[in-house]
C-alpha cells in the first residue's frame, strides 16, 4: 500500500492469525485492550504516524473508543483513522495538522 499525504501519516496492513503476545503488548501502548486484528492495525498505524523511534511508551498510543469501518478520530483528537476490516484488515492514520 502506498499513501501521499502532506501531513505525517503511518498505513498497517494484517492477515488474521493467532498473537496473543503481541496484542498485550500493544494494550500497554494503548491504556485499554487490544483483542482485534483492525485495532492492531489502528494501533501500528498510529505508531508510525508519530514518527517514534523504538517502542512506544505505556499509553502513549490513543486509539479510537472502538474501532469500525471508516474514518474515526483518535481518543486524544490528533490523528484522524481510516480502518477496513477486510479478510486483511488495514488501517491509515494521519496526523491532524498543528499536532504533530
Not at 36 to 65: F, H, M, N
Not at 68 to 88: F, H, L, M, P, V
Request: charge should be neutral.
Amino acid at each position: 500500500m502506498i499513501a501521499r499525504s502532506s501531513t505525517r501519516c503511518g498505513i498497517d496492513v494484517e492477515t488474521r492469525r493467532s498473537r496473543a503476545a503481541a496484542f498485550r503488548r500493544a494494550s500497554s501502548w494503548c491504556g485499554t485492550t487490544i483483542d482485534s486484528t483492525e485495532q492492531w492495525t489502528q494501533a501500528e498505524a498510529l505508531w508510525k504516524a508519530g514518527c517514534e523511534v523504538g517502542e512506544p511508551r505505556p499509553g502513549s498510543i490513543a486509539l479510537p473508543d472502538q474501532w469500525r469501518n471508516g474514518w474515526q478520530r483518535s481518543s486524544d483528537d490528533t490523528a484522524w483513522i481510516y480502518t477496513c476490516g477486510d479478510a486483511e484488515p488495514w488501517s491509515v492514520a494521519l496526523l491532524r495538522a498543528g499536532t504533530g
